[in-house]
């Protein structure tokens, strides 16, 4: 039987796209391609969630936008640090949870990115 085996993608208008890749390429380190976007490997740990909430939900605050990004991650602290020196700080953090470690920006589109470190 036909499965969906995991996200293939994230797709989304943005009003500067230029500079929303700029961004991206600065402060999470992103390997942005000639044709405007990234393309990963599957990591090696982790997984890839879809997952509606409810229409009500304040998960994704304070951006307004509908949507979040979730980016898997292999070092929280150094992202972090790429982040900070880039300007940009977290919104929340949280090390605590059983899923692994978390950490919460805002883009220049206001999309809520969640960085998720999965425990080794």
Not at 40 to 60: E, K
Not at 81 to 103: H, L, N, T
Request: hydrophobic share 45%; net charge negative; charged share 25%.
């Amino acid at each position: 039987m036909a499965r969906v085996l995991g996200l293939g993608g994230i797709f989304f208008k943005a009003q500067d796209g230029d500079a929303l890749r700029d961004w991206y390429r600065r402060v999470l380190g992103f390997d942005i391609a000639e044709w405007g976007g990234a393309q990963f490997a599957h990591p090696t740990s982790g997984f890839t969630l879809w997952s509606p909430f409810d229409a009500d939900s304040d998960y994704f605050e304070p951006s307004s936008l509908p949507f979040m990004i979730n980016l898997i991650v292999d070092d929280i602290d150094g992202i972090l640090e790429m982040a900070k020196a880039a300007g940009v700080e977290p919104i929340r953090r949280d090390d605590s949870d059983p899923y692994g470690r978390f950490a919460w920006l805002l883009d220049p589109a206001g999309i809520k990115v969640e960085l998720w470190q999965p425990p080794s």
